[in-house]
């Protein structure tokens, strides 16, 4: 058998190995993660700026080859500006008030749509407002757009021409 004293020190440098193993380890494990959560805002709880702003983030991260841009004009209609892989597209305008909002997936290129459409018109097709690969990006959107709509709504009667700019943006 080994004397006590000799035992304690092996003890206590198995100890101290194990500490510093776990130590750097522990290091190890967080980096390259963030330190905090990002908050996310609630659209019920956002204004129709912040809705708009984030609806504006979206555009711009939805689709490898293509960037959108919104703006509320007075009467609640939304003015969305495409740019793609050819350049810019012409602006298109979509009243909210009235409109249904849907997502559908389209199968050929393997995105989901967000489209606004006039109800009960069948005879003018559902005007695409956002294209993303990714469902949560576009079923984001397709909240941000339904609250915006109800917050148009809510609002009747006040029309106030918004452009939604990031807070580091100088506005228009």
């Given amino acids: 058998m080994r004397p006590l004293a000799q035992r304690s020190s092996l003890g206590r440098g198995w100890r101290l190995g194990f500490a510093c193993c776990a130590l ?3 290091a190890a494990c967080t980096d390259g993660y963030p330190t905090e959560d990002a908050l996310i805002l609630s659209p019920f709880n956002m204004t129709q700026t912040q809705r708009l702003v984030a ?26 500006d495409v740019d793609g892989e050819q350049g810019s597209h ?3 305008k ?6 249904v909002i849907e997502i559908e997936k389209d199968r050929t290129d393997n995105t989901f749509n967000v489209a606004v459409a ?4 069948n005879t003018q097709a559902a005007a695409s407002v956002l294209e993303s690969d990714n469902w949560v990006l576009a079923s984001r959107a397709h909240l941000l757009l339904r609250v915006l709509q109800r917050g148009c709504t809510d609002a009747v009667g006040k029309t106030v021409s918004q452009r939604a700019v990031f807070p580091w943006q100088s506005a228009p």
């Fill in 118 to 121: 006039k109800q009960g018109d």
């Fill in 55 to 80: 609806m504006n983030a979206i555009g711009d991260d939805a689709h490898a080859q293509r960037s959108w841009n919104y703006t509320l004009l007075p009467g609640c209609v939304l003015r969305i």
């Fill in 24 to 26: 750097s380890m522990g």
């Fill in 90 to 92: 012409p602006a298109f």
């Fill in 94 to 99: 979509v009243a909210l008030i009235g409109s």
